[in-house]
Structures are given as structure tokens and as C-alpha cells.
């Protein structure tokens, strides 16, 4: 047997009601159960047939900034994919409009935002270029580095409506 995926992610932060209120209402997410008094919540991705996929549990608004990747080990960041660049797009608008918004890059197979959550916690949201649209000059755009991200370039070229990541995070001919 092995692992399949990651089923969900754990984060401190300072202030739980916050963090819930970001992914909720910027990112869309669910809140599935939450531990009175801010001490946790646990909330389901929009698409998600998970339990829960991302979880919070609050140190106070005394606690220091992550110094992961700066001066000490720890997580870069989380990576929530999305099926559309159609919903790519609209991802984009909502982080430029609550300010956390950070970043947007061409990866040559996959197409990505980067942003920040109340905490300063990075994550991205990401498009997938399904198997079947995948060619080499995607491949090798990767290959040559990071580019900029432009959303309406991709819809033009896949279609804004396209399912991302079919034979690649998602498989085909799975069944029960």
C-alpha cells in the first residue's frame, strides 16, 4: 500500500476567528467544526470530499512570525488546486481584492497564484494542465525557469472552462 495525497494541513495561528473568516470568505471554504472560545476550527475546500482539509488552531496575538525558510527549517507553503482557469481568474481578483495577493507564475505545466493568509502563511492556488493538453513547449517553459502568469494568455491557449489536471493529480478510468 501507499499514500495517495495529502488529506489535510494542520497551522497555528494567532487568531483563529480571523484565519476561519480569510478562507471562508475570500477563499470559500467551509467550516465544518469549530473548538469554542478560538481554540480551533477545521474547514472543508469548496470541491473537497474530505472531511476536513485544513485545520487552525490559535497561540495568541503574541506569537512571532514564521521564520521557516528565513532562519529556521519548515513549510513554504500549501498548494490548493482549482479546475478552471476560469476559477483561476477569479481567484486572482478575490486575493488582489483582500490584499494578500503576493504573486502569479507561469510554470510551464502548471499555472499558479501566490498569496498570504492573515498570518502571513504563504500558499498557492494552482491550475494543472490536464494530460491530454499537455505538449512539449509547456515542459520546456518549465524547464527554462519561472514566468510571469498570464491568465487571459492561458484561457486564450486551453480554454477558460477547461478541467485542469485530469491524468495528472486527477486520474482517469478510477473506479469503485
Known amino acids: 500500500m501507499a499514500i495517495t495525497r495529502l488529506n489535510h494541513a494542520v497551522l497555528y495561528v494567532r487568531d483563529v476567528a480571523r484565519t476561519v473568516a480569510f478562507y471562508r ?8 467544526h469549530e473548538i469554542p472560545n478560538g481554540v480551533g476550527a477545521f474547514l472543508q475546500a469548496p470541491d473537497s470530499t474530505n472531511d476536513h482539509d485544513i485545520a487552525f488552531f490559535g497561540i495568541g496575538a503574541a506569537a512571532g512570525d514564521s521564520q521557516a525558510g528565513r532562519a529556521t527549517v519548515g513549510l513554504y507553503h500549501l498548494a490548493w488546486e482549482v479546475q478552471t482557469l476560469d476559477d483561476l481568474d477569479d481567484y486572482q481578483h478575490r486575493l488582489a481584492e ?4 503576493v504573486g502569479a507564475s507561469d ?19 494552482v491550475w494543472i494542465i490536464p494530460a491530454h493538453l499537455l505538449d512539449e513547449a509547456a515542459v520546456t517553459a ?24 485530469l491524468g495528472i493529480s486527477i486520474p482517469l478510468g478510477v473506479s469503485v
Open 25 to 32: 470568505d475570500v477563499l470559500g471554504f467551509a467550516i465544518k
Open 107 to 125: 510554470h510551464g505545466t502548471t499555472k499558479s497564484l501566490y498569496a498570504h493568509d492573515p498570518d502571513g502563511i504563504e500558499f498557492e492556488v
Open 98 to 101: 483582500a490584499g494578500a495577493l
Open 142 to 165: 518549465g524547464r527554462r525557469g519561472i514566468l510571469p502568469l498570464d491568465i487571459a494568455k492561458e484561457k486564450a491557449r486551453y480554454g477558460g472552462a477547461t478541467r485542469g489536471g
